[in-house]
Nanobody
Framework: QVQLVESGGGLVQAGGSLRLSCAASGSISSINAMGWFRQAPGKEREYIAAITGIGTSTYYLDSVKGRFYIYRDNDKNTVYLQMNSLKSDDTAVYYC???????????????WGQGTQVTVSS
């Protein structure tokens, strides 16, 4: 089992920045990659970013490329999502997840955090 604890959400004005953190514990060795998802009210969940186990490969949803950056500190078993130039469309609950299989499949994400609210005011 893997436990994920997120932090860093909150209220920010458009154009501002936030950094989300996700600390992992438990069976860390089973994790192949870490990802971030978000879900806005009335919308489907979006797969917005991912990073492989040793951080050599990343994935970003087109709408966040150049604004969001995913990185990890393996010594702290923590993955981060740095979000810059935030827009009102970025308002959502953000979830951290841990994948045990190929990151191109959302179904690979077996473990999920509790979610953290990000609200961007215009």
């Amino acid at each position: 089992q893997v436990q994920l604890v997120e932090s860093g959400g909150g209220l920010v004005q458009a154009g501002g920045s936030l950094r989300l953190s996700c600390a992992a514990s438990g069976s860390i060795s089973s994790i192949n990659a870490m990802g971030w998802f978000r879900q806005a009210p009335g919308k489907e969940r979006e797969y917005i970013a991912a990073i492989t186990g040793i951080g050599t490969s990343t994935y970003y949803l087109d709408s966040v490329k150049g604004r969001f950056y995913i990185y990890r500190d393996n010594d702290k078993n923590t993955v981060y999502l740095q979000m810059n130039s935030l827009k009102s469309d970025d308002t959502a609950v953000y979830y951290c997840a841990a994948a045990t299989g190929p990151v191109r499949f959302e179904s690979s994400y077996a473990y999920w955090g509790q979610g953290t609210q990000v609200t961007v005011s215009s």
